[in-house]
């Protein structure tokens, strides 16, 4: 009896068969592609799953049938004897161009012609490590850490066979590398677990970070992880190296597969005591010593040979057993490198090139609401999941109103989901030709069931979001206790969402006091609570009574107040009971507030049911009076820093905590009113902003003198 094949299915692989032979078209042939080349593989896999279902359906021409080619108690800290650097990050071939300009005007003002050329490498998804060798033995393996501080993990790095624990000379030497694992060896650890009935990893890096930092070493000598080394210093600066042979080297040299022209003669890293004169050198001595090397390094003798392997790689890298990120960078020269030096956060010369954002296609299935703290609904894809970045994604924010007509995505729509590092994913396009004409344009409610009272929502004023009129929910109000009981708030640990959720359906509480006032008893009978988890949960509780201002503020889910409004308030009015009593005029003048956020605060003040919220609280906390310092006498007085990308040295709440100290004011976004821009790793739009307004930018190092001053 033939299966009878649902209509809706030979439409699906006749769109997905059209579409791929387009992009196809347009990526490879004319060189003009709309679509990422992931996105497109994730249609082809798509497709083969049909197929694979429907194998009836499969014909000669389908996209498918192109043939392609001991353990120890606790971990030691290590200090570095050499400061561990991040690079900053390129993303696009014009960011390059900038940097050989950067490093070309850089050299010409030391006196340099400007004229370098560069070494390129894999820059592989694994775990850095820095291994400490003293007259050939090697003595210590630590993690990066903070960059000065890592942690001690010798018994397990002692288990990778290519990590040699004796060198091929008696130097003495510090080597910078990446632990990582094999696809194909995390494919078999996978199938094992699932055989066991274990949860299966996601990606070969979180294996090889998680396996380093076991306390048995039997755990990570059962993962079989490699290495590769990229990076040398003496032991001791100005210490010289012995002379290197060519033994090692010779037999390697044969594997070399770069793409670019690479030095003919072996290094003589070394010889005569001399330290490596350049980078490509510096590779082949780490090889001379008995170091695993990725074979993939290369010499660029321009900037757009350096474009030329970024995109070779993009291609090919699915074909190494290997992930990679992307391609670092770094000027070839060492008397180079040692002119160009270091910003407060990186290297000068040196730049790590990312491959593109990972893409792949799904369906959206709804689009459903979530409703926050504050009674706004923000609109909310169901895709059907799918696998990017490593993880599992099933769902993505579609911010608001405007952002689904400007997208135009439907329900059915296939969608272009992206995903970079560890942000949230986002919905870059629709797919329009996937469409078959069954998809459902998206109109937006006029209720939503997790509101309050009839459900009618409202459009916030003077913005693009819409928020429930009755704002009394179960789903509102216990987001309102997430977020009291929050690290930016009062910061009570082991009080999660699963444990409020069950406090509020058996009417433990019902207001932010009640927390205070629970008590053992009533704990004990809740699930999965023993005495231990009890004791410890009530203990955080009572910590948290005495709790900061700004703090407070911040839990308490006042409209348009977030942490640095609730910094500004608390630091011009001293108390709650003064900030309850303020008038419009003097909320709208202080710097940061303004008009809207003034009137929002005070409307949420005057309410009734919230003056009694307050009330209750009080009785059960202690609010420190903030101390009320003239800000006209600090360093940063009147200035105003905005921060952007990560900071090495501290966290950006410790940064910002520093600026208030010191009399200035954080603000979140940039504007012709900002004195400072603080630029740390990976700075975002901000950057680019506050380059057009002319705003003055510090790096990390010129920010620290700043403060410490």
């Known amino acids: ?141 630590a993690t990066r850490g903070d960059g000065v501080v890592g942690e001690d993990v010798t018994h397990n790095v002692r288990t990778i066979e290519s990590v040699p624990l004796k060198l091929q000379k008696p130097v003495s030497v510090i080597v910078e590398g990446e632990i990582w694992m094999r696809k194909s060896t995390l494919a078999k650890l996978n199938k094992e677990r699932v055989k066991q009935g274990e949860e299966p990893f996601a990606n070969p890096r979180n294996v090889s970070a998680g396996s380093i930092r076991q306390l048995d070493p039997k755990i990570a000598a059962s993962r079989k992880l490699e290495s590769f080394i990229y990076d040398l210093s003496p032991l001791e600066r100005g210490a010289p190296l012995s002379s290197a042979g060519r033994g090692v080297s010779s037999l390697i040299r044969g594997a070399h597969k770069s793409s670019l022209p690479v030095e003919a003669t072996s290094a003589q890293a070394g010889s005569g005591g001399v330290f490596p004169d350049t980078q490509y050198k510096e590779l082949e001595y780490l090889r001379e010593l008995g170091f695993k090397v990725n074979p993939h390094f290369a010499k660029a003798k321009t900037i757009d040979e350096v474009i030329t392997y970024w995109k070779k790689w993009q291609k090919d890298m699915p074909k190494e057993d290997y992930l990679a990120d992307g ?255 303020a008038t419009f005029e003097e909320l709208e003048k202080i710097d940061g507030v303004g008009p809207v956020v003034g009137k929002a605060t005070l409307e949420w003040f005057k309410t009734p049911e919230n003056k009694k919220l307050i009330a209750s609280i009080l009785k059960q906390v202690t609010i420190p009076k903030m101390e009320q310092r003239s800000a006209e006498n600090l360093p940063l007085s009147g200035k105003t820093f905005v921060l952007t990308g990560t900071l090495q040295s501290l966290s950006r709440e410790e940064a910002e905590r520093r600026i208030r100290e010191l009399g200035g004011n954080p603000s979140g976004s940039v504007s012709a009113r900002t004195s400072f821009l603080v630029a740390g790793e990976s700075a975002g739009s901000k950057y680019e902003k506050a380059k057009k307004l002319g705003v003055q930018i510090l790096n990390e190092e010129e920010f620290l003198k700043m403060i410490q001053r």
């Open 1 to 141: 009896m033939v299966a009878i094949i649902p209509k809706e299915i030979r439409e699906r692989i006749s769109k997905l068969r059209e579409t791929i032979e387009r992009h196809r078209y347009l990526y490879h042939v004319l060189d003009k592609p709309e679509m990422s080349e992931e996105a497109l593989d994730s249609l082809k896999h798509e497709l083969a799953l049909l197929e694979n279902q429907y194998p009836e359906l499969i014909t000669p021409d389908s996209p498918t049938q192109r043939v392609a080619g001991q353990p120890l108690p606790e971990f030691q800290k290590v200090t570095h004897k050499v400061t561990q650097w991040s690079f900053n990050d390129a993303f696009l071939p014009e960011e390059m161009r900038e940097f050989n300009t950067r490093v070309k005007n850089f050299l010409r003002k030391e006196n340099e012609n400007g004229e370098v050329t560069y070494v390129v490498e894999h820059k592989i998804d694994g775990l850095k490590v820095v291994l400490t060798y003293e007259k050939g033995l090697l003595k210590t393996a």
């Open 327 to 581: 391609v670092v960078v770094k000027v070839n020269e060492r008397k180079l490198q040692e002119k160009l030096g270091y910003t407060g956060k990186a290297p000068r010369f040196g730049i790590a090139f990312k491959f593109p954002a990972e893409q792949v296609t799904t369906v959206v299935g709804a689009i459903v609401f979530q409703v926050g703290r504050t009674g706004v609904v923000t609109p909310v894809a169901h895709l059907r999941p799918v696998l990017v970045a490593g993880s599992t994604v099933s769902r993505a924010t579609l911010h608001n109103e405007d952002e689904i007509k400007r997208l135009d995505v439907r329900v059915g729509d296939t969608v272009i989901l992206q995903k970079a590092g560890d942000v949230i994913p986002d919905i870059v396009s629709v797919v329009t030709e996937m469409r078959t004409g069954k998809e459902k344009a998206f109109v937006w409610p006029k209720k939503v069931d997790t509101c309050g009272g009839d459900g009618s929502i409202e459009r916030v004023p003077g913005e693009s979001a819409w928020r429930c009129v009755d704002r009394t929910s179960f789903s509102i109000q216990k987001r309102k206790f997430y977020h009291f009981v929050g690290k930016h708030a009062l910061d009570i640990e082991g009080l999660g969402p699963k444990i409020i959720d069950v406090l509020l359906e058996k009417k433990l509480i019902t207001s932010f006091d009640g927390l205070f006032t629970l008590k053992r008893g009533d704990l004990l009978e809740l699930p999965r609570f023993a005495e231990t988890s009890v004791d410890n949960l009530l203990a955080s509780i009572e910590k948290a009574r005495t709790v900061s201002l700004p703090k407070f503020l911040t839990g308490l889910s006042i409209p348009q107040v977030g942490e640095e409004t609730a910094y500004d308030l608390a630091k011009h009015f001293g108390s709650v009971e003064v900030i309850a009593k």
